[in-house]
C-alpha cells in the first residue's frame, strides 16, 4: 500500500506514520512543519515540507498517486481558532478542499479523516452518539465540521469514498503542550519544571482520554473498513481533570500542586463518545487503560530528559 499522510510530523500523525511503515506500507509525508518537527518522522518516509493549501501539495498527490490519503494535518489549538478564525478555517477548511481535489484527480481509493468531538459543542449528554446534534462552540470544531461535509459532497459528488475519524482526547508520548487535548502534556511538562498545575474551572469538567496508538489503529483499520462512514474513536469513559491530577500524582511520585482559575471561551465542559459503532464498523477497540496510558507518557517525557 502506498500511503500519504498530512500532518505526518506531528504527534497523532507521526505515530501513524511509524506503524504503516512497520506493515509495510509506501509513505509519504505532507506537513509544513508549523506544529510538527522533522525528528518525529521515520526515517523511512518520504517528507514533503510543503503547505496543505498549495499547488505543489496537489501536486505531490498527483504525481505519487497513494492509494490512500490519511488526512491530519489541521490547525488543532482551540485557542487559536478562537484568536484567528481566518487562519483557522483556511487551513482545516481550504487545505482539506485542496487536498480533496487531488484525492479526486488522483483517483485516490480513500481519504480517511482526522475530526473530532469539538463539534458537538457543549451538548449536555453524557455519552455522545455519531448521530447526535453538532453544535460547536469554537471556530475549530466548526472548521472541522465544515471539513466533514466537503467530504461527504465530494464522495456524492465524484464517489471518493472516504472514512471521517472523531477522535475524543488524544494523549501520548510527543504530545506537544499545544494543541487540542494537550492537557496531559502540560500537566506533564509542569511535573519536569516542579511547576504547579493551572486548572481552569473546578476541575470536574471531563474529558474521553484515548492512548495514541488506539487511534493508529482505527486509522489503519478505516483502510479497508467503515466507508463513507462517521465514527467515533474514543473509549467510551469519562475522566476528570481532577481525576488526571491524582493519576499523575501516583504515577510520578510527586506531590502535585493545583491553581484553579476561570473557565476559558470554547471550552467544553464535559465530553465521552460512545464507540460502539467503532467497534462494529471497524472491528476495533480500545486497549490501552488511561492508567497504563499515562505510565508509558510519563516515561516518554522523563527519557526526553536524559537525551
Ligand atoms: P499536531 O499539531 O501535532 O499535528 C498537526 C500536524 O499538521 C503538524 O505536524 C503540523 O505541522 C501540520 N500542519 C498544520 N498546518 C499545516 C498546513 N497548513 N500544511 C501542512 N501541514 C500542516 O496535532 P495532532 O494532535 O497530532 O492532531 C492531528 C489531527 O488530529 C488534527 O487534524 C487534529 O485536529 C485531530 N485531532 C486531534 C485530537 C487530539 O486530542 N490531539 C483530537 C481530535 C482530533
Known sequence: MKAVVTGGAGFIGSHLVEELILQGAKV?????????????VHPLAVIHTNDICSQEAKQIILREKPDVVFHLA???DVGRSIREPGYDADVNINGTINILEACRDASVKKMIFASTSGVYGNLQ????????????ISYYGLSKLTAESYIRLFHQLYGLSYTILRYGNVYGPRQSAKGEGGVIAIFLDRIKKRMPFTIYGDGEQTRDFIFVKDVVRANIAAVEKGNQKTIQVSTARSTSVNQLVNMLTQ???FPIKAVYTHERPGDIKHSCLD??????????NPKIPIFNGLTET?????????R
Not at 125 to 136: A, C, G, V, Y
Open 28 to 40: 509519504h509525508v505532507l506537513d509544513n512543519l508549523v506544529s510538527g518537527q522533522l525528528k518525529n
Open 125 to 136: 449528554k453524557d455519552l455522545i452518539s455519531e448521530e447526535d446534534l453538532t453544535m460547536p
Open 298 to 306: 510519563y516515561a516518554f517525557s522523563n527519557m526526553k530528559d536524559v
Open 251 to 253: 504515577i510520578s511520585g
Open 74 to 76: 489541521a490547525q488543532a
Open 275 to 284: 464507540n460502539t459503532k467503532a467497534r462494529q464498523l471497524l472491528q476495533w
